[in-house]
C-alpha cells in the first residue's frame, strides 16, 4: 500500500516548493515545442489541416495514457510516476527535433508526438494528484499556484523559443538543450515529494492516501484535514458513472480546449492573420502565457473570496471576450485580446483538477477520469481546427473557443466546493 505520511510543516512546505517547480518544468517541456510549430509548419510546408492531424498525435497519446496514469501513481508513487512521464516525453521531444531538423519528415515528427503526449498524459495526472495531496494538507487554496508554475514555466520557455526563432537556431538543438536542463532539475526537485512507503496488503497493493490533521501550527502552516476512512479505490471506472465528476470533466474540457487552442494555434494565427513575422507571433503566444500565469497568481485570493463558481463563470466570459479581440481586432488590440485571453483561460483546469480532488480517498480515480475528459479536447482542437483553418483561415476558426464556453458555463456549478454547497 502506498502511504502517504503526515509530513512536519517544514518538510510540507518543501514539499509545496517541488511541485510547483515540477509544474514549472512541465510548462517548460510543453511550450519549447509549442513555441516552435510556426516554425515546424514552415520548415515542414504543411497546410493548417495537415497541422492539424500532426498535432493530433501528441493528443492521442496523453488521452491513451491518461486512464491508466492513477493506476501507475497507485503502484509507482507520484515522483516515480513523473519520473517515467519525463523519460517518454525526452524520447518525444528529441524526435521532434530530428524530424523537423534532420528528416523533414511529418510522419515522424507525429510519431515523436506521440510520445510526447503519452509522457505528458502521466506527468500531468501525477504532480496533479501530488499538488491536492499537499493543498489538502495545507488546508488552504494552492493548486492555482501550482498551474501558475506551470504557466511561468511556459512564458519563460516562450520567450526563449522566441529568441531562438528570431536567431534560426535549429528546432532540434533548441529541444535538446531544453530536455538536457529539465531532466536535471526534475532529478533534484522530485527527491522533495511527499514519502510513501510500500506495505503489504493481503496480497495486493493499493492505493490509499493518509491525510492526518496537523493539530499544531508553530510555523504558521494551517491545519490539514480530519483523518479519512481509507478504502481500496478498486472500482475506478465507476467514477465514469458521477454525474458531478463527468460534469466537472465537461468544465476541464472547455477550459483545456480555450488553453490548449491558444497553445497550438494563436502564433500561426497572427503569422497568417495578422501578418507578423514568426518571432512576433510567438511573443503573442508568451503574452497569452503571461496573462494566464498572472490569473493564476491572483486566483487564489478571488477564489477563497467569492467561489469556485462565480470566478469560473467570469473568468469563461473574459476568454471569449479576449478571443473576439484576437480575431477582429487590429494587430495592437489582437495582442491586448491575448492578454485578457490569458486570464480568461487561467483557472479553469486548476480549479476542476482541485474540484474533482474534494474527497481525497477518490481522487486518482476521479481526477484521472476528469483529465481524460479534458483531454479529449486536445484530440478535437487539433484537427477541428486545422478543418476550420483550411476553409476560413487560422485567426477565424479561433472563434470557435466562443461557443465551446458558451456550453461549458452551464455545468460550472459542478466545481462549486462542499462546504458552499448548502
Do not use: C
Amino acid at each position: 500500500m502506498f502511504v502517504t505520511s503526515t509530513p512536519a510543516p517544514d518538510r510540507l512546505r518543501t514539499s509545496h516548493v517541488s511541485v510547483l517547480v515540477v509544474f514549472g518544468l512541465a510548462g517548460v517541456t510543453f511550450a519549447a515545442w509549442t513555441a516552435r510549430i510556426a516554425d515546424a509548419k514552415a520548415q515542414l510546408g504543411l497546410s493548417p489541416g495537415q497541422l492539424g492531424v500532426m498535432l493530433l498525435f501528441a493528443s492521442a497519446g496523453s488521452l491513451l495514457a491518461l486512464p491508466s496514469a492513477g493506476r501507475i501513481v497507485g503502484r509507482f508513487g507520484a515522483a516515480q510516476s513523473v519520473r517515467i512521464g519525463i523519460a517518454s516525453a525526452v524520447v518525444g521531444m528529441v524526435g521532434s527535433g530530428l524530424g523537423v531538423s534532420v528528416a523533414h519528415s511529418r510522419w515522424v515528427v507525429s510519431a515523436a508526438l506521440f510520445f510526447v503526449g503519452m509522457g505528458v498524459g502521466v506527468w500531468d495526472v501525477s504532480m496533479n494528484l501530488e499538488g491536492a495531496t499537499v493543498e489538502r494538507l495545507l488546508g488552504r487554496t494552492t493548486m492555482p499556484h501550482y498551474h501558475a508554475a506551470f504557466s511561468g514555466g511556459t512564458v519563460l520557455s516562450a520567450l526563449i523559443g522566441a529568441a531562438m526563432s528570431w536567431g534560426h537556431v535549429s528546432v532540434l538543438v533548441h529541444l535538446v538543450l531544453t530536455m538536457v536542463v529539465v531532466v536535471g532539475v526534475a532529478a533534484w526537485a522530485l527527491r522533495a515529494f511527499l514519502p510513501r512507503e510500500v506495505e503489504g496488503n493481503g496480497g495486493g497493493e493499493v492505493e490509499a492516501d493518509v491525510e492526518k490533521a496537523v493539530t499544531s501550527d508553530p510555523a504558521g502552516v494551517s491545519a490539514g484535514p480530519a483523518p479519512l476512512p481509507l478504502r481500496p479505490d478498486s472500482a475506478a471506472g465507476s467514477a465514469w458513472r458521477e454525474r458531478r465528476t463527468l460534469s466537472i470533466g465537461l468544465v476541464v474540457l472547455a477550459a483545456a480546449f480555450t488553453e490548449g487552442t491558444a497553445n497550438d494555434w494563436l502564433s500561426v494565427g497572427f503569422v497568417e492573420g495578422h501578418g507578423v513575422p514568426h518571432w512576433a507571433g510567438v511573443l503573442a503566444f508568451a503574452v497569452f502565457l503571461t496573462f494566464m500565469t498572472v490569473g493564476r497568481l491572483l486566483g487564489t485570493r478571488i477564489l477563497d473570496s467569492y467561489g469556485r463558481v462565480v470566478v469560473v463563470r467570469a473568468t469563461f466570459a473574459l476568454a471569449v471576450v479576449g478571443a473576439l479581440l484576437v480575431v477582429f481586432g487590429p494587430t495592437w488590440l489582437a495582442y491586448a485580446g491575448a492578454a485578457v485571453w490569458g486570464v480568461g483561460a487561467s483557472l479553469g483546469f486548476p480549479v476542476g483538477m482541485s474540484a474533482s480532488a474534494d474527497d481525497p480517498v477518490r481522487a486518482a480515480a476521479r481526477m484521472s477520469t476528469v483529465a481524460t475528459i479534458g483531454y479529449a479536447a486536445f484530440i478535437a482542437g487539433p484537427p477541428l481546427l486545422g478543418f476550420l483553418g483550411d476553409h476560413f483561415g487560422v485567426l477565424r476558426s479561433l472563434l470557435v473557443v466562443g461557443a465551446i464556453l458558451a456550453l461549458a458555463i452551464l455545468v460550472v456549478p459542478a466545481v462549486r466546493e462542499p462546504e458552499r454547497a448548502a
